[in-house]
């Protein structure tokens, strides 16, 4: 570990660490009962608010206290107001809107408080199910409207001019595979992920004029045999979902389903290689043990190693930095490969 890094402990860091989950919970309870986006664009009294909110007046006035201590709400003559980044981040009717992201942290809380039990049984634990339907639809709409704001930058950085059809391993909503070909009208793209996600995969390159250059892929990456040929291979946050073995087999089959020449990026947030940080990074390998059998954050030289044991060469990093120390690495495979058996 590097000695710069190191932070200082104190009684009152102690606390403070101890505690920090009071304002996540405060934030989780807001936008579970839709409170700024009932507040929207008015300035009204606590007690409309609370009435509006059917809830308790001492439950509703603490909530609305503490969510004013935490610069989310505005005070003013007896009447508050969202802020403007919580009009803008918090509020259902905007195009900006954060809320399902932070409704699947929520969905995460139960299996963090038996963090315990996870590192010492060495998996996940049980967890008060939320309901399939809406922790679904909590990552998959959390998952687009973070790549909304990620993936026209990642396609700016990738120099994808001379390609001609894309795979995104992965790609959910295909929000990657809509801005990639946004950004060149030569490129088309096929999504490959499960079932459940077609239908807004290709709503959503209909609503931005890529329908007919994006086409679906249904299967589980993991198991199912990659179809087609590509130039380009994108796989976004796939590889902390699972363990080193699977990751090397995925690689190899994805880079076997490329020509010779073609381009394999992975888009991770990456440890370093002493894996004592980044600090979000390290925190995520937590989370994958609460909630997967065998995911966790890897390092640039693991992910390193696995592109070039899968024949890919001239491995580089791309100028691109994402949220919580997410970058690309990526390289050229060599030869038409064969998929691991």
């Known amino acids: 570990m590097s000695i ?5 402990w104190t009684i009152g860091r102690l606390l403070e660490t101890a505690s920090g989950y009071w304002q996540p919970c405060a934030l989780h309870a807001a936008v579970k009962i839709d409170l700024f986006s009932t507040i929207g664009d008015r300035w009204l009294p606590s ?14 006035e603490a909530l609305l206290n503490a969510l004013t201590a935490m610069g989310l709400l505005l005070k003013s003559e007896g009447l508050l107001a969202n802020s403007e980044f919580a009009r803008t981040y918090l509020c259902k009717d905007s195009p900006q809107y954060k809320g399902y992201i932070i409704s699947h ?8 408080a038996q963090l315990d039990r996870a590192v010492c049984h060495g998996g996940p634990v049980a967890k008060r199910s939320h309901g399939e339907e809406r922790e679904r639809e909590s990552f998959l709409m959390g998952m687009f409207n973070l790549a909304m704001d990620i993936a026209p930058k990642a396609a700016a950085a990738v120099d994808l001019h001379d390609r001609r059809h894309l795979l995104d391993l992965g790609g959910g909503p295909g929000t990657y595979a809509v801005h990639f070909c946004l950004a060149n009208p030569e490129l088309r793209a096929t999504v490959f992920d499960r079932p459940t996600t077609r239908d807004f995969a290709l709503k959503t390159a209909e609503r931005f004029g890529v329908g007919d250059r994006i086409d679906f892929a249904a299967g589980d ?25 699977a990751c090397e087999r995925l690689v190899a089959k994805t880079a076997a389903a490329l020509d010779p020449g073609g381009l394999l990026l992975v888009h991770e947030f990456f440890l370093n290689d002493a894996k004592d940080g980044p600090l979000f990074p390290a925190l995520f390998s937590l989370n994958m043990l609460v909630n997967n059998e065998q995911g966790r954050s890897y390092s640039e030289q693991e992910v390193r190693g696995m592109l070039q044991k899968a024949g890919v060469r001239d491995v580089f990093r791309l100028p ?10 990526g390289g050229r495979v060599e030869k038409a490969g064969k998929e691991p058996s």
Do not use: C, K
Request: no cysteine; charged share 25%; net charge negative.
């Open 4 to 8: 710069s890094r190191l932070q200082e």
């Open 47 to 60: 007690g409309e608010i609370i009435r509006m909110l059917q809830a308790d007046a001492r439950g509703g």
């Open 105 to 112: 942290h929520h969905h995460l809380v139960d299996g963090w």
């Open 221 to 245: 990456f993991n198991r199912d045999e990659i179809r087609g040929r590509y130039d380009v291979a994108w796989l976004s946050h796939i590889l902390h979902g699972i363990g080193p073995g």
């Open 320 to 329: 691109f930095t994402g949220p919580n120390d997410s970058y690309v690495i």
